[in-house]
Nanobody, 125 residues
Framework: QVRLVESGGGSVQVGHSLRLSCVGSDSGRTLNDYTMAWFRQVAGKEREFIAAISGGLTPYYADSFLDRFTISRVNVKNTAYLQVERLEFEDTAVFYC?????????????????WGQGTQVTVSS
């Protein structure tokens, strides 16, 4: 059973940056064979794919997130990261980490079997 725990959210000022972390566990095994991804969900809207990264560290982004978002992972730590630059008010959302056994490109939420609990990011002035 894969477990994912996000951290790094909170209240952030507009224009600032933040880095979200997602630590995974699988009964002591590595998650190298899993594609890890980040989604976000704005209140009242559907969950939205941001980016994914393979175990081989190949990233894949949704077009609308190419500019300010960077996904990365450190396999020995079973950890994926999402760096967000120049935060905007519209970035206020719950950010979720997810893992899938499917290879890239995979962007549909239904393709991800494992999910974290989410971390709230609130952008304010």
């Amino acid at each position: 059973q894969v477990r994912l725990v996000e951290s790094g959210g909170g209240s952030v000022q507009v224009g600032h940056s933040l880095r979200l972390s997602c630590v995974g566990s699988d009964s002591g095994r590595t998650l190298n064979d899993y594609t890890m991804a980040w989604f976000r969900q704005v209140a009242g809207k559907e969950r939205e794919f941001i980016a994914a990264i393979s175990g081989g560290l190949t990233p894949y982004y949704a077009d609308s997130f190419l500019d300010r978002f960077t996904i990365s992972r450190v396999n020995v730590k079973n950890t994926a990261y999402l760096q967000v630059e120049r935060l905007e008010f519209e970035d206020t959302a719950v950010f979720y980490c997810a893992a899938s056994a499917a290879p890239l490109p995979v962007r549909s939420a239904s393709s991800y079997r494992y999910w974290g609990q989410g971390t709230q990011v609130t952008v304010s002035s």
